[in-house]
């Protein structure tokens, strides 16, 4: 086992904070003379059905834990989803139904599990404590923090000066977050840097039930697609960790040059000296420097040889402008395309869900046909299909529409 010096210097690397820093050089110290693994927990809470890139950066510090020898712990929030993270949130979550949420945990372990070592993770769902609950746990839980301490939090305050409605069900999540830790008795939790006051309320609550308090790590939120706001699906800026190696790949060189430092650094394992020269435009074409990020990452849940088919295909496709070589085929009936216009084929072909949607493709310039792509501008240019005619809508959805 690495010292506690080696184990901090590697954890440290892409971490937001460590609180309290000089606990969890104790801790570590501790473990280590006690050959006893820290347990270190991290909840994800499935109101989604799809995991990106922006939740792996807790998760691959989780499976960094595991390669050091400490033991995950990982909280499937099927309870807390049902009251949804308030945290940097200027609007209450939507409620999810049980149902929901039971689906969702069932894909979320499948996805999760690209990440982590699941046969090496205790796996714990906070419904096997939570739905024991009675109403007088609920008042005694909630006797555990004051208002005043809740409107502490930033996302809270600016809602109540805004005058955005918060609601009681959203204060308790912090609570049900902390009292996860009791239940497993935490030694380490893992989260965004906006969910520190969560992480914080489980110490109050381990102190009062006797234990040893949790070391909070929190890590920085990753940026989307566009540089600006964080990965999210609701914002379509996310690359998801099930998405096809293609589209991986193809996504993450449509970033920003000015995201691939951060990237790197949080969703790769080379070192900063690695990372340093090959941003270094000296050293390295940028471009050059996106294909290994794209390739480092696509490799991690594919691997390697599938990350640079991937490469080769998107060198295809964009710079020499080729299309794919595996085009799939849409068979459409005869009688639907006489005198079919351009906008209609695309809502035939699923590439928009209705006609204005498909005039504002056309209108984008990002529509072409044929061989030659040819660049649609009509939107009432009628099409006729004799045997088969490649019809694209940007740079990667393209299709052989078929007439029979």
């Known amino acids: 086992m690495k010292s506690s010096a080696q184990q901090l210097e590697l954890i440290k690397n892409g971490t937001d904070q460590i609180t309290p820093a000089d606990e969890f050089l104790r801790k570590l110290d501790r473990s280590i003379s006690l050959n006893k693994p820290l347990r270190v927990k991290y909840g994800i809470d499935p109101t989604g059905i799809d995991v990106h890139l922006g939740h792996t950066v807790p998760l691959r510090k989780l499976k960094l834990f595991q390669d050091l020898g400490h033991q995950a712990v990982l909280i499937i929030g099927n309870y807390t989803a049902l009251v ?14 049980e149902e929901q949420v039971a ?10 599990g690209k990440v ?13 404590w939570f739905s024991k609950y009675r109403f007088l746990d609920v008042l005694s839980l909630a006797g555990t923090t004051t208002v ?3 409107l502490e939090r930033d996302d809270f305050t600016k809602r109540y000066k805004a005058g955005t409605p918060i609601y009681l069900h959203e204060c308790l ?9 009791v239940e497993v008795r935490a030694d380490v939790e893992l989260g965004g840097s906006e969910q520190l006051f969560s992480l914080m ?3 109050d609550l381990q102190k009062n039930a006797g234990q040893e308090p ?5 890590l920085p939120i990753l940026r989307g697609l566009d540089g600006i706001k964080r990965m999210g699906k609701s914002l379509g800026n996310y690359v998801g960790v099930g998405d096809s190696s293609y589209d991986q790949f193809a996504k993450i060189m449509s970033i920003p040059d000015e995201l691939m430092k951060e990237w790197f650094a949080l969703l790769t394992n080379l070192s900063s000296l690695q990372i340093n020269d090959l941003l270094d435009a000296s050293k390295t074409h940028p471009l050059e420097a996106k294909k290994t990020l794209g390739k480092n990452i696509v490799g991690f849940y594919h691997g390697d040889s599938v990350a640079n088919e991937a490469a080769e295909e998107w060198v295809k496709r964009f710079s020499q402008r080729q299309d794919p070589t595996d085009i799939p085929v849409v068979v459409l009936n005869a009688t639907q395309l006489a005198g079919c216009t351009v906008t209609k ?4 072909l699923d590439f928009a869900k209705s006609n204005n949607d498909a005039r504002r493709l056309i209108q984008g310039g990002g529509v072409t046909i044929g061989p030659d792509k040819t660049k649609i501008i009509d939107p009432n240019q009628v099409i006729t299909i004799e045997g088969e005619l490649i019809v694209r809508v940007g740079a990667r959805r393209v299709v052989r529409a078929k007439a029979e």
């Not at 689906?103 to 999760?112: S, T």
């Not at 982590?116 to 096997?128: A, F, P, Q, W």
């Not at 999540?173 to 830790?181: A, V």
């Not at 949790?214 to 929190?218: F, L, M, N």
């Open 345 to 348: 084929l695309l809502v035939f």
């Open 116 to 128: 982590i070592d699941l046969s090496k993770t205790e796996v714990r769902y906070n419904g096997e």
């Open 214 to 218: 949790q070391v909070c790590i929190t």
């Open 201 to 203: 309320a489980a110490r």
């Open 84 to 97: 949804g993270d308030p945290s940097g949130r200027d609007q209450a979550r939507q409620r999810l139904t």
């Open 173 to 181: 999540y912090p609570l049900m977050q902390g009292h996860d830790s």
């Open 103 to 112: 689906k969702n945990a069932l894909d979320y372990l499948v996805q999760v």
């Open 148 to 150: 005043q301490r809740m």
